[in-house]
């Protein structure tokens, strides 16, 4: 066992509030002069936005579905250096994906990481003691060590409440009143991203102030334990070039951290450029990634975006490779039609149409398998995205099958060196 120490929090559902408790914890902790190291349970990209806002510092994705258990150690080890892990779950502590696994009980498993459990006071009382018992006794090996509640409604209800978590033997670290205040707004792909929120700092400091009035922050920082170690740290995926030019902005933000890094680590020269700003890729690139995002919130700029689109063109031209991924994929076609049906000319290099009209989302894990990549040729992602593509019969980039192995249409599309889909790519399988 190393140095290295964290907490996981984790709530019994999606809904409890643990996005706001684990900012609050991160910003409350920073003004006590805790050095702080944030990540997130799954392939989600939003939450790491907010997280690194709240603790000065990138977070990382610890995704236990896409990323061998090396891969997971390493990470959590390298992230944390000797700073505190703090480790957002995702959905219920048990939730996984269709084949049963990965869930955020599974990342605390791995890492040997002790379970704060944020339970959602409203409309219960004295019930909340065997919801919490449950989850404490459910699993051999997901250790339950102190409870934070949420949205308590006074003080009278906060005393039922922790009155009847005695029993449980399972320490209640404080309990957060229930404040309209406290609340992140949402959009069609999950939270709204912290640049564009105005009052996203004022949110973070009322979130630090309650954290630090309503919990008792000793009690939970002498709960963290040290990180399982691993001595292996596993190849990361090749660099797509060694010159990679990869766009940055509103409306390319879905970034791996871990990817850029294993890019940089195996000697690969990266630079950022703006797509709304009207930014071409460096000319002497020989590798181009457009990332996924909020094209179809920018179509009107993206369209307009002359020198951005003329520099993809001459690298295709050059034969550099292009390569895009869910919303980068959508602005490698021919057209992007938002959610209100208004057309957007986009960079034209795949013979496709994307449209904003899909009802419910697309949502899961994916298995890959590829050859046009410099990749391995079995590939772990997942896809996220309400919106449809309509093309002609093209070369598709990746055959797929879902987290169960149930196979998938063909996804995404190649046409020499120009390549994308709406998979998100996170590991090697």
């Known amino acids: 066992m190393g140095l290295a120490k964290g907490l996981v929090i984790a709530a019994p559902r999606s809904g409890s509030g643990k996005t706001v408790i684990t900012l609050g914890l991160l910003a409350a902790l920073r003004r006590r002069g805790v050095a702080v190291a944030p990540a997130k349970t799954g392939p989600d990209y939003i939450d790491p936005a907010f997280l690194g806002r709240a603790a000065g510092r990138d977070a990382v994705n610890l995704d236990p579905w896409s990323m061998s258990p090396h891969r997971l150690k390493h990470l959590a080890t390298r992230q944390a250096g000797e700073s505190l892990l703090i480790v957002e779950g995702v959905m219920g502590l048990f939730d996984a994906s269709a084949d049963g696994t990965g869930s955020t009980a599974d990342l605390a498993e791995l890492l040997d990481l002790p379970v704060i459990l944020v339970v959602d006071g409203d409309k219960q009382s004295q019930s909340v003691a065997p919801l919490v018992a ?3 006794n459910w699993r051999v090996g997901v250790r339950v060590a102190g409870v934070i509640l949420n949205r308590v409604a006074s003080t009278k209800h906060e005393r039922m409440l922790v009155d009847a978590l005695v029993p449980t033997g399972i320490p209640c670290l ?18 709204v991203l912290p640049g564009d929120i105005d009052t996203f700092e004022p949110f973070l400091a009322a979130a630090a102030e309650a954290i630090g009035d309503y919990i008792d922050l000793d009690r939970l920082q002498a709960l963290a334990t ?10 990361p995926l090749p660099p797509l070039g060694q010159r990679i030019a990869i766009a940055h902005d509103a409306a390319f933000a879905f970034l791996y951290p871990h ?3 294993g890019w940089r680590g195996q ?8 797509p709304l700003a009207n930014e071409a ?18 179509g009107a700029t993206l369209a307009a975006a002359a020198t951005f689109k003329a520099g993809l063109l001459a690298a295709r031209d050059r034969n550099t490779l292009i390569y895009g991924e869910c919303g980068g994929f959508m602005v490698l076609g021919e057209v992007l039609v938002d959610k209100s049906g208004m057309p957007h000319e986009m960079a034209g290099l795949l013979p496709l149409i994307t449209q904003i009209d899909r009802p419910k989302r697309t949502l899961g894990y994916r298995r890959l398998t590829q050859s046009a990549l410099p990749w391995p040729g079995r590939l772990n992602g997942h896809e996220f995205h309400y919106s449809s593509v ?15 192995g149930a196979a998938l249409p063909p996804m995404g599309a190649a046409i020499g060196r120009v390549m994308g889909s709406y998979a998100h790519v996170v590991d090697a399988a």
């Open 267 to 274: 000697g690969a020269e990266l630079t950022f450029f703006s």
């Open 281 to 298: 890729p460096a000319a002497d690139a020989d590798a181009i990634f457009l990332p996924g995002g909020y094209p179809e919130l920018h």
């Open 390 to 404: 309509k093309q002609s019969r093209l070369p598709p980039l990746f055959e797929a099958t879902d987290a169960t």
């Open 259 to 261: 990817v850029l890094d």
């Open 134 to 136: 449950g989850f404490a």
């Open 226 to 235: 040290p990180i399982a170690e691993t001595q292996d740290n596993p190849a």
């Open 174 to 191: 404080g309990a957060i009143p229930r404040d309209p205040a406290l609340v992140i707004p949402e959009r069609h792909l999950g939270l």
